[in-house]
């Protein structure tokens, strides 16, 4: 009989452990979020009075829990990338079919709204800077042939007379279509020269909190 208690009470200690390891481990994951670079990102969701955090910074897109801003200022492809990572993101990145609808959805939308404004295209972040025709997304993943958006003979590399370096063209950005939903509109792609001033399309992860 008492073997019997002492082993339901060594059982009982035995769970207890588990649970105190795993509570340990749980501090530290969370401690380990909470010291992140990330974090002071995170609280410029939150009303530092209130706690109440919204999943995207004002004027950012929620779209596939991730947040997406189109700037309204013009930029090198490599200044636009610097303010997209000092936001805690990056260029964004077109995945699949649904990015690139939203992506290029986005641009259409702000051409719509700022007719008086000359808007060319936005970067995105993709590029071959380093062997010409291997494009590469800033999250290091090299562009899948079945997920590839390009405009008419694009990318075309193209090098006019004025670029005495020969540098070619070896970033992409997305061309707002005449029109949405209608055939091919969402062929947006163009390749153009880096040093080019563009808008450009951010992204972050949206805060979900859990
Ligand atoms: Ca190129
Ligand atoms: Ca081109």
């Given at each position: 009989m008492a073997s019997a208690e002492n082993k339901s009470l060594r059982k009982l200690l035995d769970n207890e452990q588990r649970a105190t390891t795993e509570l340990a481990a749980t501090n530290q994951r969370q401690h380990s979020i909470l010291s992140s670079n990330r974090l002071s990102f995170l609280w410029r969701?939150?009303?530092?009075?209130?706690?109440q955090c919204s999943?995207?910074?004002?004027?950012w897109a929620e779209h596939d829990s991730r947040c997406f801003f189109l700037s309204s200022v013009p930029q090198k492809w490599e200044v636009a990338r610097r303010a997209c990572l000092d936001v805690g993101g990056d260029l964004a990145v077109v995945s699949n079919e649904a990015d690139q609808a939203f992506l290029t959805n986005m641009t259409f939308q702000y051409v719509q709204q700022h007719p008086q404004e000359h808007f060319h295209s936005a970067w995105i972040g993709l590029q071959d800077m380093v062997k010409e025709g291997a494009h590469f997304w800033v999250n290091g993943v090299r562009l899948h042939s079945n997920v590839t958006y390009w405009?008419?003979?694009?990318?075309?590399n193209a090098i006019p007379s004025w670029d005495t370096d020969n540098a070619g063209q070896d970033c992409v950005t997305i061309v707002p279509p005449d029109?949405?939903?209608?055939?091919?509109?969402?062929n947006s792609w163009d390749d153009i020269i880096c040093w080019g001033e563009r808008h450009f399309l951010c992204e972050t992860m949206a805060l979900i909190l859990v």
């Open positions: 969701l939150c009303n530092n009075d209130t706690l999943r995207c910074l004002p004027g405009r008419p003979q694009e990318p075309n029109q949405i939903e209608t055939e091919n509109w969402l």
